[in-house]
């Protein structure tokens, strides 16, 4: 059974830092990308950061480049997104899923897991 979970979220002032996991299981880790997601009150989900597994090519949103980093422990099966500089707009809830992802386009994001709550205050 595929599984993800993602963790680490937290209350934190803006120019901060959080680290969240993504934890999975029941799949070949490297076979597959893992995007981070992100959904704010009232707007719609947005892709933030993708990693793909297997050569860690990584992706992100123009609003994250530069304070948000993607990476990957395969010997954990974990993947992380280490957030420096938040801004009160980075508040969401953030979710991993796992697809496939190249520079122009993130698909195949078929399995979920259960969104960590992101709230950066000013």
């Known amino acids: 059974e595929v599984q993800l979970q993602a963790s680490g979220g937290g209350l934190v002032q803006a120019g901060g830092s959080l680290r969240l996991s993504c934890a999975t299981s029941g799949f070949t880790f490297d076979d597959y990308a893992i995007g981070w997601f992100r959904q704010a009150p009232g707007k719609e989900r947005e892709g933030v950061s993708c990693?793909?597994?297997?050569?860690?090519?990584?992706y992100y949103a123009d609003s994250v480049k530069g304070r948000f980093t993607v990476s990957s422990d395969d010997a954990k099966n974990t993947v992380y997104l280490q957030m420096n500089s938040l801004k009160p707009e980075d508040t969401a809830v953030y979710s991993c899923a796992q697809g496939y992802c190249s520079a122009h386009k993130w698909w195949g994001m078929d399995y979920w897991g259960r969104g960590t709550l992101v709230t950066v205050s000013s």
């Open positions: 990693i793909s597994i297997s050569d860690n090519s990584t």
